[in-house]
Each structure stands twice: as C-alpha cells, then as structure tokens.
C-alpha cells in the first residue's frame, strides 16, 4: 500500500510540473506602421500573423489613411518560409489604389522569432498589370 501511495504522489507531482509548463505560441501576430508607395505615398497600420503550426502567414493592411483600405491583399493565407532571421511571404496578391496590382514575395527580417520581437521590411513587389512596382518599408511589432 505505500509503495502505492509514493507512485500515486510522484504522478501527482508530475501532473502539477506539467500544468504549470507554458506551451511555445503557434501563432505570432505583428503590428505597425508600412509606407507602401505604387504612385502615391500611404502610410498604412499593417499586421502579419505568424501561424508556425500550419505555416501560414496572413497580412492584413488598414488606416490611418483612409486610402489605406482601398488596397486589398487578395491571396491570405500565405505560406511562408523563416530561414534564422530571413522570412519569406510566399505569393503575396495586392489590389491597389491606382492602376494596376502587385504581385511576388515579400521578404523581411524577423528579430526573436517565436518571441516579443518584430519584423522589418524594405522590399519592392513587381507589377502584376499596370508599369508600376509596389514599394514597402516599415516595421511590426509583436510585443
């Protein structure tokens, strides 16, 4: 009976150690300030969300301009690659405010990936239609 009672508190005592274990984030959401330039200058609040579980990326655009949500990032979800520090949005489809879409991947710089930490991006994404490539540059947060 005691060897019964010693093993029956050891897996207690287990059970407690793992309840108190912090499960590693499957998904990472990054928020900020893009200057996204195709004719005319936005400065636009943007998102990337980070899922590592389905590898998965989804950008989402917004005010503070209102011209800001006349651009549409039509191929969420993405996949994406984060190779160290080297992330890769894979395919990334823009609807944009003057003549002509974007189309290409977008590349950035993740600082402590899984973590608080950001994603700084300085990229160019070709015309799809029209003559006019789609130029980003900010950085977002994950606090």
Known sequence: MKKFASAFAALAMMGSALAGAVAPAQAQTYTGTVDVFKGIALNCTASITLNSTTGKATVAIAAPEATCAA????SNPHDYT??????????MRVETVTLGNCFGDLHGTV???GGPGNIAVDDVLPPETGT???YVSGTVYNP
Not at 71 to 74: D, G, S
Not at 82 to 91: M, S
Request: hydrophobic residues 40%.
């Open 71 to 74: 651009l549409n990032i039509t």
């Open 82 to 91: 984060l190779v160290g520090g080297a992330l890769t949005i894979e395919n």
């Open 111 to 113: 600082t402590n990936p």
């Open 132 to 134: 006019l490539p789609c």
